[in-house]
């Protein structure tokens, strides 16, 4: 096991980010409209452009490897498995002209991974709006050496537990991906009242705290059972909608007569990553889910991401053994990668 000290630079993060320095044109026509461009902003950063318009201004550590690197130093950080942006996940799109945007994302990954001397590692993106791309895309990713795919928490309006999205899990599961589910383009945006930012703050955990309970209300981890899957922001709302689908399943007889496990069962062996900025939180996620299931995630390198997640585990957990798995060993193991693997 490796030791963790408060100036531990060991630490998993499973939730990080890429946005290419640049998208190609699209040369074929005509050009979708939702396909995005990159625009000239202050500084070191850009402007991402998507429908003519500026979705997000991101900075240059978006891409730059050897910044990131850097500032992974400053998280306590040994490794980082990158996943693009999750609006460029592109599921809106026509299915030929979102394979070619991911199949270039995908690379533009490599390349970053490449480049980091075993400082990063790639979880890819396939394009689920059609399932024989998406799996052609798959055993590409998983041939150059991906860890696995981020997945939307819905997929055009349909939860990750839809049946017809089964035959990813299947795949994933035969060829040892990973899968690290995100939230996307939420449910509910017309019940907040606010600013834009509500999107990410409150109805990202909504949406993917449905996107876990579809998981669990369709067997999909009992049915494969060696798929490694995890979820963002904690899971979301799911810690509080596992008493009522536990309860329910005892109340309505199509509910438990539907479970082929129990949603607490299934629950823990499901993984999520640590990021709800909250040391009760984080020890309440450990106690309902369990101190193996739980690894760091930042959403770095956006505004609104952990930038001390080693610390504010050390700070929410005084035995060393649940540091270490929440640090570092969960996230390894969910990555299948070495528990002894170092930078």
Not at 228 to 257: C, D, M, Q
Request: with cysteine; proline share 8%; hydrophobic share 45%.
């Amino acid at each position: 096991m490796v030791e963790v000290s408060p100036r531990c630079s060991c630490g998993v993060d499973v939730h990080a980010h890429v946005v290419p320095e640049n998208f190609p044109r699209y040369l074929r026509a005509p050009v979708p409209p939702d396909w995005p461009a990159m625009a000239e902003a202050q500084a070191c950063h850009r402007h991402v452009m998507i429908n003519g318009k500026i979705y997000r201004t991101v900075s240059d550590r978006a891409w730059d490897t050897a910044k990131r690197v850097a500032d992974m130093a400053e998280m306590g950080l040994s490794l980082q498995a990158i996943s693009p942006m999750p609006e460029l996940l592109s599921y809106w799109m026509e299915a030929p002209a979102a394979a070619e945007l991911l199949r270039y994302i995908n690379d533009q990954i490599a390349e970053m991974v490449a480049a980091s001397n075993g400082r990063l590692i790639g979880l890819g993106a396939v394009p689920l709006q059609d399932m024989d791309l998406a799996l052609t895309e798959l055993h590409r990713l998983m041939a150059m050496g991906f860890a696995g795919v981020e997945l939307g928490s819905n997929i055009n309006g349909r939860p990750i537990g839809a049946p017809e999205f089964d035959a990813i899990f299947a795949a994933c599961s035969e060829l040892g991906a990973a899968v690290f589910v995100h939230a996307l383009r939420p449910a509910g945006m017309e019940r907040l009242i606010g600013p834009p930012a509500l999107q990410q703050i409150l109805a990202y955990p909504s949406d993917i705290g449905l996107a876990a309970a579809s998981v669990i209300t369709t067997n999909l981890i009992v049915r494969h059972p060696n798929l490694r899957i995890g979820f963002s922001h904690g899971g979301g709302t799911l810690g509080l909608l596992l008493p009522r689908l536990t309860e329910g399943a005892k109340v309505f007889p199509l509910l438990g007569e539907r479970l082929l496990q129990s949603p607490a069962e299934q629950a823990r062996r499901l993984y999520f990553d640590a990021l709800v900025f909250d040391e009760p939180a984080l020890r309440y996620l450990t106690g309902l889910f369990g101190d193996s299931q739980v690894m760091l995630g930042t959403d770095y390198p956006f505004n609104f991401h952990d930038r001390t997640p080693v610390d504010r585990v050390m700070s929410a957990f005084d035995d060393p053994a649940i540091q270490e798995r929440l640090i570092r060993s969960n996230a390894l193991r969910f990555l299948d990668r070495p528990t002894g693997q170092t930078a």
